[in-house]
């Protein structure tokens, strides 16, 4: 998220960029949102393998709304 990096190893948030991975995502604070809470890829620029990127959003648990 902006120029802050950060990588998944077997489900686990690493600090930092990993030498070889496998994607890499890019956004900003909104897109990272929209990433993580609808699934939506459009806001983001992914580099690498995308099918890899879309099979992670696809074993995120579901996010429940929060009334306002």
Known sequence: VGDEE???VNGDSQP???ED???V???DAEGFYYFFVDRDLSRA???GDRAAVEN???T???VEPVAA
């Open 56 to 58: 992670l959003l696809g």
């Open 25 to 27: 995502v890019e956004t």
């Open 16 to 18: 930092g960029a990993l």
């Open 60 to 62: 995120l648990p579901a």
């Open 6 to 8: 950060a990588s998944l």
């Open 21 to 23: 991975p496998d994607a």
């Open 45 to 47: 620029t992914v580099t």
